[in-house]
């Protein structure tokens, strides 16, 4: 009370209010900072927006938009090989300077992937490079050529098959003609082949529509974003704010522990279990340490892969398919390129299809660098010293984004590079090691 008189008789002395005074610290702390950013920052003569040198809301704005990858790869176009995207994170786009931030554990992932962490740590959103080591080791196994070739019956089953029966159904139908959203029923085949090789569940979201699953991960993934924007939104009192989130969220952890519970009980019993990838993070061993995931790590993990699967794999078919309706001469050639090596019902495996297919498989590619899937922006830490890109100092413990888009677009590789060429592959298909849509180096998907 003491303390509050003598601040009040303090005030009243100034012939101030409390609110003149809280309006003028305002005013002097924002003048503060924007003096800081424009001319003392280290960061100052970064080319940029004048909103991105001030504040990160434009980006943040950007990303709940869903139109970060677009603004990224604008940037490029506009600055060029670096740039500001918020006060303390610079975007890189030089193919040299992205592999060197890449290519080693040195930047680490930032804050950005822990914040999206909700049921344990994964490979995915650990910035711990140990642990991501451990995990590849232990997780790596279900990746290899050989293990996806055991899997191959059940995407085809599940996907490629499931499609072409429900497309010729419905054309059948509709008197030889069907009008077929494209993008959704890429999404829901892929909902479906995924969830099979992590749950040994179908679903059956492309045939019957049960979108249960969907509603799950897709929860599942705007909690996870809220959490990155506020962190307490799991907690009380934020929690009763996205409680239906919640709810959903409770249900899909319960049913992948539940799926993952089932397995090691069939196992126990000795009876026979299919290759899938849920077999793979049950039995998922470091061949070092020996060490073996807890039930909690593999159902994160479980959760993060599908999460990392369903959009990347259902955008990459969707843009392909869309670049090839936009570039009839391109669909042609691959449409004949298929004709002239299969005969009109045969079912192209993987392996037949890359060896056999070279005009395809550029389609996929071309596709992929103009338009990646996702992660188009990689932020990572800048280590110890500091680095330099550019001609520019970025001081330890700032972010670097590494820019994919800028990367796949970037003018020193890639001709014309805003228009869909699939030859520049059969020129030349050393260009394929140069499209950045996976990223590179250790956390290279
Ligand atoms: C066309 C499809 C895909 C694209 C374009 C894609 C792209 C990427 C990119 C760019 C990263 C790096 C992310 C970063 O460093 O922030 C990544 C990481 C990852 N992806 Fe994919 N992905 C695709 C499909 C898949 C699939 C099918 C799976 C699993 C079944 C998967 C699992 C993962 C995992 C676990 C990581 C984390 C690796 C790590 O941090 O060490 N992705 N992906």
Avoid at 164 to 185: Q, T
Avoid at 344 to 353: A, K, N, Q, T
């Amino acid at each position: 009370m003491a303390i509050i008189s003598t601040i009040g008789d303090l005030l009243e002395f100034f012939g101030v209010t409390y609110r003149q005074v809280l309006f003028g610290g305002i005013v002097i702390y924002g003048t503060t900072v924007t003096f800081y950013r424009l001319f003392l920052s280290p960061l100052r003569s970064i080319p940029g927006s004048l909103l991105s040198h001030l504040s990160i809301s434009h980006m943040r704005i950007m990303t709940a938009l869903g139109k970060l990858p677009d603004m990224c790869e604008d940037d490029y176009y506009k600055y060029g090989d670096i740039f500001i995207t918020a006060p303390d994170i610079v975007t890189i786009s030089n193919p040299a300077d992205c592999r060197k931030v890449l290519s080693s554990y040195t930047f680490v992932k930032n804050k950005f992937y822990e914040s999206l962490r909700l049921v344990d740590e994964t490979l995915f959103t650990t910035s711990d490079p140990d642990l991501n080591s451990t995990r590849r080791r232990q997780i790596g196994p279900a990746f290899t050529q050989g293990a996806l070739q055991k899997m191959e019956p059940t995407i085809m089953e599940c996907g490629i098959i499931a499609l072409k029966r429900k497309w010729d159904r419905l054309i059948g139908e509709n008197g030889g003609v069907a009008k077929i959203n494209y993008s959704l029923e890429f999404q829901l085949v892929t909902y479906d082949v995924i969830s099979v090789l992590g749950y040994g569940h179908r679903f059956s979201a492309l045939e019957k529509g049960e979108t249960t699953i969907v509603n799950w991960v897709e929860n599942y993934s705007l909690l996870a974003l809220f959490k990155a924007v506020i962190p307490s939104v799991t907690e009380f009192p934020m929690s009763l704010l996205c409680r239906p989130l919640l709810k959903s969220y409770k249900e899909y952890v319960d049913f992948t522990d539940a799926t993952a519970e089932h397995r090691r009980e069939q196992i126990r019993q000795g009876q026979k279990v299919p290759n899938d990838l849920l077999q793979a993070l049950v039995d998922g061993e470091d061949p070092e340490s020996k060490a073996k995931m807890t039930p909690s790590q593999v159902t994160a993990e479980n959760i993060d892969i599908l999460a990392a699967a369903i959009n990347t794999t259902t955008h990459t078919m969707t843009w392909t398919l869309h670049y090839l309706m936009l570039y009839p001469e391109c669909y042609r050639k691959a449409v004949d390129e298929v004709r002239s090596v299969f005969a009109p019902d045969h079912l192209i495996g993987y392996s037949e299809g890359r060896s056999q297919l070279p005009y395809v498989e550029a389609c996929i590619y071309e596709s992929m660098r103009i338009h990646a899937a996702t992660g188009i922006f990689l932020p990572r830490v800048v280590p110890p010293g500091g680095v330099t890109f550019q001609g520019h100092f970025i001081p330890a413990g700032l972010s670097v984004g590494v820019n994919i888009a800028g990367m796949n677009h970037h003018q020193s590789l890639w001709k014309d590079s805003k228009r869909f060429m699939p030859e520049r592959f059969i020129e030349n298909p050393d260009l394929k090691q140069q499209v950045m849509t996976f990223s590179t180096g250790v956390r290279i998907c």
